[in-house]
């Protein structure tokens, strides 16, 4: 059985879904991976066992001509390997890749991890891609959604009907990479981090605007962001920004990652103040399953992770006092009190977000193929 995996990065399909793919080879099956070429992250995904299939795909591009030449490659792609069934994530590959498919009376299913802003505006571009997602699920048997909240406003624009609407809780995290180490945080300091792409819409501004009020009433108090920077995002945070920051000594700016288990482990609670619309967080999970208080907005997607009060705080979107209450409230919190919040949190990924019941339910849908 051949299968294919498309997603806008190699980084998202590696550390994302990299389970997924180590399962279906295990279970025999041929992987393959489209996405665009990075040197780094197709090379981790070879390694593993899978197929990868480089193609170029500008993400936040608007251009047709370039949009109808992906499909094209899309469609040769497939034509030639004559896949099992496909599985599609992100806007691109789950519109072109879609179609591409559907055309060869190949079955698909389209993940959508997260509506971003093509839901959050009003435009010709966001009416254009209402329009090419409905055409595009057309013929999907399933489409996957992260939270009920995305699932309702595709029903309620009558992208798709309710009975094709399936819900995934996240794309899962691995417990087993992903553990508790009391040890490796220092008690007696309080650190929070922002784990993410240097984006204004993921609240990093936010971040850094309640860090400055906090500072003054607690200095020894640490902030911390990790993550890329997304220079060819309209929302991307320049360089500048976050070396001014840092030379403010308001936030310290620790670039990006391929393993974010230490800076984690080091910490004492994950912060995501996102406006951005979300599927699932995954560094929301990726704190919980490590024992870590959360705070994050109480936005679609974000709220999913946290129970307010059992496992973190939620906080309004884009309200820096509202942040900076939800972060002195951890603050103020006992040694013991954040343990407890913590391995709450662990509790919650194992009953919920457990990444062995995301492969369950692909491992379903992958036979219902054969």
Not at 54 to 71: A, E, H, Q, V, Y
Not at 294 to 307: D, P, Q, R, S, Y
């Amino acid at each position: 059985m051949k299968l294919i995996f498309s997603g806008n990065t190699a980084w998202s399909m590696y550390n994302f879904r990299r389970q997924v793919f180590k399962h279906c080879i295990n279970k025999g099956y041929d992987v393959y991976v489209i996405a665009p070429k990075d040197n780094v992250f197709d090379k981790k995904l070879i390694e593993i066992g899978c197929k990868f299939i480089p193609i170029k795909l500008d993400r936040k591009g608007t251009n047709p001509f370039s949009d109808i030449k992906l499909c094209f490659k899309y469609y040769q792609i497939f034509k030639q390997i004559q896949p099992s069934g496909c599985f599609f994530y992100t806007i691109k590959p789950n519109i072109y890749g879609s179609i591409a498919a559907s055309l060869l009376r190949i079955p698909y299913i389209p993940i959508t991890t997260g509506l971003g802003y093509i839901f959050n505006a009003k435009n010709y571009i966001s009416i254009i891609a209402k329009k090419l997602y409905k055409l595009a699920f057309q013929k999907a048997p399933q489409v996957w959604f992260l939270n009920q909240e995305d699932i309702n406003s595709f029903i309620s624009e009558k992208i798709i009907p309710p009975s094709k609407a399936k819900l995934l809780r996240g794309e899962g995290i691995d417990l087993d990479y992903f553990k508790i180490h009391e040890d490796a945080q220092k008690e007696e300091e309080i650190t929070f981090i922002l784990i993410g792409r240097m984006l204004w819409d993921k609240g990093v501004g936010v971040f850094a605007n309640a860090a400055k009020l906090l500072k003054k009433k607690y200095s020894k108090v640490q902030f911390l962001i990790l993550g890329p920077i997304d220079i060819n995002n309209p929302k991307g945070i320049p360089q500048k920004q976050l070396e001014e920051w840092n030379n403010q000594n308001i936030i310290r700016y620790l670039g990006e990652t391929e393993d974010v288990r230490n800076y984690i482990n080091k910490c004492t609670c994950v912060v995501l103040p996102s406006f951005y619309r979300e599927g699932v967080p995954l560094c929301l999970m990726e704190g919980a399953a490590s024992g870590k208080p959360l705070i994050t907005t109480n936005n679609i997607g974000c709220k999913e992770v946290v129970e307010d009060g059992y496992n973190g705080f939620l906080c309004e979107a884009q309200n820096v006092e509202s942040l900076a209450s939800a972060m002195e409230k951890i603050i103020n919190l006992s040694p013991e009190e954040r343990k407890i919040m913590g391995k709450n949190g662990r509790k919650k990924m194992e009953k919920e977000f457990n990444i062995d019941l995301i492969i369950k339910k692909y491992e379903s849908a992958i036979n219902q193929l054969k």
